[in-house]
């Protein structure tokens, strides 16, 4: 008989009976069984939870031939002391009603013995499904909202990750991650982490031509003594295998955070990137660690790996792993990609065959490190990417786990499309003395991406606006489409299905194993259109992605950047974004005026006017927001030029002079 029991993947342990059928409370109050005359035709033993317990009012039910206090019944003069321990019951019984059963969370928090998993499986399946489902309905969250109720049961010290990523209801006192090594009664081997020599090219450039590239190429940086942005891949003075690697996929010339990332890590400093979504950081730092790594003694056996790159999803996770193995390849470097929803048998040994570099989810990692399937002695390169989106699902005490089990002097990079407060606190304890790179303004949106914004009079105008301009948009490339909940998602795909359009769909209700195969058919062009919720929104590089069409609005501002930063990927600048959006989702319309406009975007009167009507509501209920800031923007981006339709210029300067 196999010994791999209930599904569960990994090591096949032999446990005991998962169902304890002796309650651990005292005293117990046992059913007592009618007489035989009254037969069984009454009983149904349905669930095992539900076995009732003996009323109050049994004398009827009760064997006669048990003794009572006078010896009533029995056969000798000396009391038995098993009929005496059958009377105190009986007695108990009459003269209390019997304590109501605790329900099965009680029941679980009492019990001592956490390890069984069948046993964690069914508490944790009913818990979850309570708590986020109750989370829910309270915020009105509907497809992968679950996600972000999750996070703040996270803030609460409610939820725990489990190893595939997924919350898991615990008391807070019970939140265990790995305890942080005591890195100095190790002694760690000396490393080199600086390989970059500046080119005269690069070297010759005055400070002001230095900071006039900075300004053409829209970044900021803060730090000491940073190095100077480079121009081309040449600049970085990369071997010729690995320059063979890079013209291999593509790469004529580094993008923006390219040119000021690469030289930044290869001369070894810690570096907090800040970069819109499609920028190309990926590279920034896959490609440096390369040559870190290359630049190490060989691993020896259970040793590795040397780089670590974090990531908050497993599509991402996946994704970062297939672009590593791109550049790694020229040089025979191992990576293996460790994440949720796969076999953690398969995990296990891959980690423990040796790799240089692991691409992981949190809660994944820490699942591998507890199971001793690889050890961070040999780790100098650490890479947290998406940093905001990993602390927006609750993977913050992970995070510090996983640095804790890393040598203090490594090199750490961290990049973020937004910088909030939590990540800022996290940057400014895990790294030394960074260097910041900050690419046009923090959460704003790809300016490459063309936006359009549709006011859509209701919900059922949407569809058959999809179904209109598909058609062309499929002629300019695949399309990605955004729904808010998951029966929107599988509505669509059927109502597009019928038009004979080749589409799929992507939310959480499937399982990983059909995501990645859903994801790899949408790459090889077997589906020209997916239609996703949220979980599709970050870190998907697809680079035959034309056009995005928020059919529901995004949850906030920086998930509707994330979302329309899955065209225009790594400076294509034939990406569109299409957002539809009615009257009631006017709450939306006026941050969306501010996006566009910051981002040179035109903005549609039908736009302006739904954002005013906001305004107008907000005013009554004592709230001022909205228009001011819209036409304070709008004078700033005519003063500086940015606006060059004068036909639009004319169309605004009628509407500030009507709401003046």
Not at 172 to 199: C, G, T, V
Not at 246 to 267: D, F, H, M, N, R
Not at 525 to 546: M, N, P, Q
Request: aromatic content about 6%; overall charge negative.
């Amino acid at each position: 008989m196999s010994k791999r029991k209930f599904g569960f993947e990994g090591f096949g342990i032999n446990r005991q009976a998962t169902y304890n059928f002796e309650r651990s409370q005292a005293p117990q109050r046992l059913y007592v069984p009618p007489s035989s005359r009254h037969g069984h035709d009454n009983y149904e033993d349905t669930d095992l939870d539900d076995i009732d317990y003996a009323d109050n009012d049994t004398s009827k039910d009760v064997d006669t031939n048990y003794p009572d206090s006078k010896g009533n019944g029995a056969e000798d003069d000396e009391i038995d002391p098993l009929d005496a321990f059958m009377q105190g019951i009986q007695e108990d019984l009459n003269a209390a009603p019997p304590p109501k059963p605790k329900d099965k969370a009680e029941r679980f928090k009492d019990d001592d013995d956490e390890d069984d998993p069948v046993e964690s499986f069914l508490r944790v399946k009913k818990d979850v499904g309570l708590t986020l489902a109750a989370d829910a309905l309270r915020a009105g969250y509907d497809s992968d909202e679950e996600v972000y109720a999750a996070a703040k049961a996270v803030d609460a010290g409610l939820l725990e990750y489990d190893s595939d990523d997924n919350p898991v209801i615990v008391d807070k006192k019970k939140i265990e991650p790995i305890p942080a090594l005591d890195h100095s009664s190790i002694e760690y081997e000396p490393f080199n982490k600086d390989f970059y020599e500046e080119k005269t090219s690069i070297s010759g450039m005055s400070e002001q031509e230095v900071a006039e590239y900075r300004k053409s190429l829209a970044i900021r940086v803060s730090g000491f003594d940073v190095p100077r942005p480079v121009k081309t891949f040449e600049d970085c003075g990369f071997a010729p295998e690995l320059m063979r690697a890079i013209a291999k996929q593509g790469y004529e010339k580094p993008t923006t955070i390219q040119c000021q990332a690469l030289p930044i890590v290869l001369s070894g400093r810690d570096v907090i990137g800040i970069a819109k979504t499609g920028s190309g950081k990926t590279a920034s730092f896959v490609i440096p660690m390369i040559v870190h790594i290359m630049d190490q003694p060989e691993l020896q056996k259970e040793e590795g790996p040397i780089g670590v790159i974090c990531a908050p999803t497993r599509e991402l996770a996946h994704q970062i792993f297939l672009e590593t193995k791109k550049f790694a390849k020229a040089y025979g470097i191992r990576a293996s990609a460790v994440y949720g929803g796969m076999s953690k048998l398969d995990q296990f040994k891959e980690l423990k065959a040796g790799c240089e570099i692991v691409i992981a989810t949190p809660g994944r990692l820490i699942d591998m490190l507890k199971m001793k399937a690889l050890t961070m002695m040999r780790a100098t390169y650490l890479v947290l990417d998406e940093a905001d989106r990993m602390f927006d699902l609750g993977f913050e005490p992970q995070i510090r786990s996983i640095v804790g089990q890393i040598r203090p002097d490594r090199q750490t990079l961290l990049f973020s499309a937004t910088m909030p407060h939590k990540v800022e606190k996290l940057a400014r304890e895990i790294l030394s003395d960074p260097v910041r790179v900050t690419v046009g303004e923090v959460g704003m949106a790809n300016e490459d991406i063309t936006q359009l914004v549709h006011v859509l009079p209701s919900d059922s105008e949407k569809l058959p606006w999809l179904l209109e301009k598909l058609p062309g948009m499929i002629d300019e490339g695949d399309v990605l489409v955004f729904a808010s909940k998951k029966a929107t998602v599988d509505e669509i795909e059927s109502q597009l299905s019928h038009k004979v359009f080749k589409v799929a769909a992507l939310h959480g209700d499937k399982d990983q194993a059909s995501r990645m195969e859903i994801l790899q058919k949408f790459k090889c062009g077997i589906y020209h259109v997916l239609i996703a919720t949220d979980v599709a929104a970050r870190g998907l590089d697809i680079k035959s992605i034309k056009s995005v069409v928020n059919f529901d609005i995004a949850k906030d501002m920086d998930m509707h950047v994330h979302r329309i930063g899955r065209t225009g990927r790594a400076g294509d600048k034939d990406g569109i974004a299409y957002t539809l959006i009615t009257q009631k989702e006017a709450r939306f319309a006026g941050e969306l005026v501010n996006s566009l406009i910051a981002a040179g975007q035109n903005v549609s009167m039908e736009l302006m006017d739904l954002a005013m009507k906001v305004e107008r509501k907000a005013e009554e209920g004592g709230v001022v927001v909205g228009v001011v800031e819209v036409c304070v923007e709008l004078i700033m981006v005519w003063v500086l030029d940015i606006i060059q339709n004068p036909v639009m210029l004319h169309l605004r300067l009628l509407k500030v002079e009507m709401l003046l």
